[in-house]
């Protein structure tokens, strides 16, 4: 992995040029909050975010996207694959995790062509946290904090500069291409060992245990009391599920004509919290109450997910628990269900 130094200075014009062959999107203000959205303009960048709104898995798996069109006259299926040479900046640790997740989810069993020519078509710069994004985040507890890989570049911010990681081929044309850029000295090294150092402190092991008794405890806890109360408070809103950088459940749905004879396929984000999810035909509810649905995104983050791919599901970013307007807090109940044990 070579080491290179971009001035921050650079960073605006690299941006620029970027531009000119990619879409490039990264994380903006957006009021008191951020979002990631297509930069059209590098003042637009702010790379000093603490955490976003929806995660940016929304770039490789949209909120709403076209599957493919039909015509039944026709007898015709035209499969759709809107994917777009994308440059995604400013990627935090525990979204990339996330994206690891993501991989392997959409890769495996049922290869998704949509979301893997995406992934393909999109260059991921990633960002060092140096700072707790706020008081929800507990990263650190997750395993999440850092990375090595899952990235093309990685940027540490270095005060005047950033230092840059390069993992990929892909990255070291990135750079060369469009960016500005020296090797490392010596002193660029120690100053990046000293701030990698200085950053640990500040980030607290907000679990009571460690993350790998997580799903073991979990699946201790099948019939604990605590999925009743967090049932009685939860509003099912999907709230938690919207904002969770590893929920990948879809809803699958067709627009057609007024003649019925042509049509578009559609899926979107579903959440496992809705009250309609695990409704099936005959109008019997798997799921019905909302104490089951609430075990099963605890079991889903910290047990399921994890014997399914070997990553917990739950990356720490604290999302949901900003999110959630009853204020239930996944890692106060994690730690609740530890207490317990």
Excluded at 78 to 98: F, K, N, Q, S
Excluded at 104 to 133: G, K, M, N, W
Excluded at 332 to 340: K, L, P, R
Aim: glycine share 6%.
């Amino acid at each position: 992995m070579k080491l290179m130094i971009l001035d921050k200075s650079a960073l605006a014009p690299m941006v620029n040029a970027l531009r000119a062959d990619y879409r490039v999107v990264g994380p903006q203000a957006r009021g008191p909050q951020f979002a990631f959205d297509v930069i059209t303009d590098p003042a637009q960048l702010r790379l000093d975010y603490n955490t976003t709104i929806l995660p940016p898995k929304k770039v490789l798996q949209p909120q709403y996207e076209r599957l493919l069109s039909f015509n039944r006259r026709e007898y015709q299926v035209t499969p759709i694959i809107e994917a777009t040479p994308t440059v995604l900046v400013g990627v935090h640790t525990c979204d990339l995790h996330a994206f690891l997740l993501l991989d392997q989810a959409f890769s495996r069993e049922y290869p998704d062509a949509h979301y893997l020519e995406r992934r393909r078509q999109t260059v991921i710069i990633s960002l060092e946290c140096l700072e707790p994004c706020d008081e929800y985040s507990f990263c650190r507890s997750m395993g999440t904090l850092t990375s090595d890989t899952g990235y093309d570049l990685h940027l540490t911010d270095l005060g005047t500069a950033y230092a840059v990681h390069v993992a990929t081929e892909t990255g070291r044309q990135i750079l060369s291409r469009y960016a500005t850029v020296r090797e490392a000295t010596e002193a660029d090294v120690r100053q990046l060992n000293e701030v990698l150092s200085a950053k640990w402190p500040r980030f607290t092991y907000r679990l009571d245990f460690d993350a790998a008794e997580l799903p073991a405890l979990l699946g201790a806890a099948y019939d604990h009391p605590l999925w009743e109360e967090l049932g009685e408070r939860c509003l099912a809103c999907g709230s938690c599920t919207n904002v969770c950088p590893t929920c990948y459940c879809f809803n699958v749905f067709d627009e057609v004509d007024m003649q019925l004879v042509a049509g578009e396929r559609w899926r979107c984000w579903d959440s496992c919290q809705l009250d309609e999810f695990a409704r099936v035909a005959g109008g019997e509810n798997f799921r019905k109450a909302r104490s089951a649905r609430q075990r099963h995104r605890f079991m889903r983050k910290g047990k399921y997910l994890y014997e399914k791919f070997g990553e917990l599901g739950c990356v720490g970013c604290g999302r949901c628990i900003r999110a959630c307007v009853a204020k239930i807090s996944i890692l106060e109940g994690f730690n609740a269900i530890h207490q317990s044990a």
